[in-house]
């Protein structure tokens, strides 16, 4: 589930409780957890409602101006069912505090190893994404995966896993190697 900015800071100090959004079927479930660049977002509950029934109340705590704005942002996706998303800032992102170790323990390595291994199962990519965005920081995702001849969502997509086990950063442009993920890359 993708937030824009203002939101996140919203949901951040707790301005924002809620969000709209027009799916096929619902994008997150009750009790699940959103990870992004502000921390994680607890999903309190998830309902289908009548577009109708948005109130102007609803609006604001969705971090709108007005139910208008909100029924036009609503409106920009034309199939789907509305639903309303309760939400709640549950803490800071874990990734920043892994990206930034600058070394590991023998079985953190390990077990880090291993998840690597299991990436790399279907072809190995894991050290080719990981040199890429070294030798090119803050370089447009589209940029790297024309470099590589991969589409871009899917280029995306890996370098998420990456920035999972902490060995990426993502900027508001591309990406870089954390400092575990250089540790990393001189270990192996």
Do not use: C
Request: hydrophobic fraction near 40%; charge should be positive; charged fraction near 30%.
């Amino acid at each position: 589930m993708i937030f824009r900015l203002h939101h996140l800071l919203g949901i951040k100090s707790g301005k924002i409780n809620l969000a709209f959004r027009r799916w096929e079927k619902p994008g997150v479930k009750s009790g699940s957890t959103v990870r992004n660049e502000m921390g994680v977002i607890r999903i309190e509950d998830v309902k289908q409602v009548p577009m109708a029934s948005i109130t102007e109340r609803d609006a604001v705590a969705a971090g709108f101006d007005n139910r208008d704005e909100l029924i036009g942002a609503l409106n920009k996706v034309e199939k789907g069912n509305i639903f309303r998303i309760q939400l709640k800032y549950q803490s800071a992102d874990p990734r920043i505090k892994l990206r930034e170790q600058d070394s590991l323990t023998d079985e953190q390595f390990e077990k880090l190893r291993k998840k690597l291994d299991r990436l790399d199962h279907a072809g190995p990519w894991t050290m080719k994404y990981l040199k890429l965005i070294q030798k090119h920081p803050e370089r447009r995702a589209g940029d790297l995966a024309d470099m590589i001849k991969m589409e871009r969502l899917a280029f995306k997509l890996n370098v998420r896993k990456l920035k999972n086990l902490g060995l990426t950063v993502s900027h508001e442009v591309g990406y870089s190697i954390s400092p575990l993920g250089e540790w990393v890359m001189r270990k192996i």
